[in-house]
């Protein structure tokens, strides 16, 4: 079974940048698909960022376009998640997740990593 450990969020004011880091171990990641959610204080949780079959990349929220990129490095059993141009209202957690490739549901989880964008 694999495990996710995120890393890099922080306290970044408006219009900053950040890059969040998330290790996988335990598993064969090249079996898995890789995606970044966040859930925001009172809100559910966001699947923000992920890949397609083919490996490229797909926003599933139009207001991070532009502004975040995913990332990842299959050497180092790594995905990522560039974040420019913040705003306060990205202050969420942030969890990387996998799902095996005959999978449906994101099923592994890493601890999250908190994310605080102010004004």
């Known amino acids: 079974q694999i495990q996710l450990v995120e890393s890099g969020g922080g306290l970044v004011q408006a219009g900053g940048s950040l890059r969040l880091s998330c290790a996988a171990s335990g598993g064969t990641f090249s079996l898995y698909v890789m995606a970044w959610f966040r859930q925001a204080p009172g809100k559910g949780r966001e699947l923000v960022l992920g890949f397609t079959s083919s490996g490229k990349e797909i926003y599933y929220s139009d207001s991070v376009k532009g502004r975040f990129t995913i990332s990842r490095d299959n050497a180092k059993n790594a995905v990522y998640l560039q974040m420019n141009s913040l705003k306060p209202q990205d202050t969420a957690v942030y969890y990387c997740?996998?799902?095996?490739?005959?999978?449906?549901?994101?099923?592994?989880w890493g601890q999250g990593t908190q994310v605080t964008v102010s004004s």
């Open positions: 997740a996998a799902r095996l490739t005959t999978s449906l549901n994101y099923e592994f």
